[in-house]
């Protein structure tokens, strides 16, 4: 069994910053791609920030030079700075990640429950 549970959402003024978690636990024998996505009321998921499968890393043009993602790969943990926040990142922020489960298992997709994200004006 593999979960990932985010932390650290929550309500913040416009420009304020907050810094997101998510950790996998569970039987992990590999992971990657870990990410982060956000879905705002009536709008589909997108991708905010991600690491690629060579580890490098994407972010969507919206949160360039407010957003940071980062991670602990020996926690299996990684993390979303989010900063100078503005009423329209308010969304739920989901993380995911590529985790195999053994040696012998395919790669598989998971997705954290999601954290409320609200920026007041």
């Known amino acids: 069994q593999v979960q990932l549970v985010e932390s650290g959402g929550g309500l913040v003024q416009a420009g304020d910053s907050l810094r997101l978690s998510c950790a996998a636990s569970g039987s992990i024998f590999g992971i990657n791609a870990m990410g982060w996505y956000r879905q705002a009321p009536g709008k589909q998921r997108e991708l905010v920030a991600a690491f690629t499968v060579d580890g490098s890393t994407t972010y969507a043009d919206f949160v360039k030079a407010r957003f940071t993602i980062s991670r602990d790969n020996a926690k299996n943990t990684w993390y979303l700075q989010m900063n100078s926040l503005k009423p329209e990142d308010t969304a739920v922020y989901y993380c995911?990640?590529?985790?195999?489960?053994?040696?012998?298992?395919?790669?598989?997709?998971?997705w954290g429950q999601g954290t409320q994200v609200t920026v007041s004006s």
């Open positions: 995911n990640a590529g985790i195999w489960r053994t040696f012998y298992t395919s790669r598989e997709n998971y």
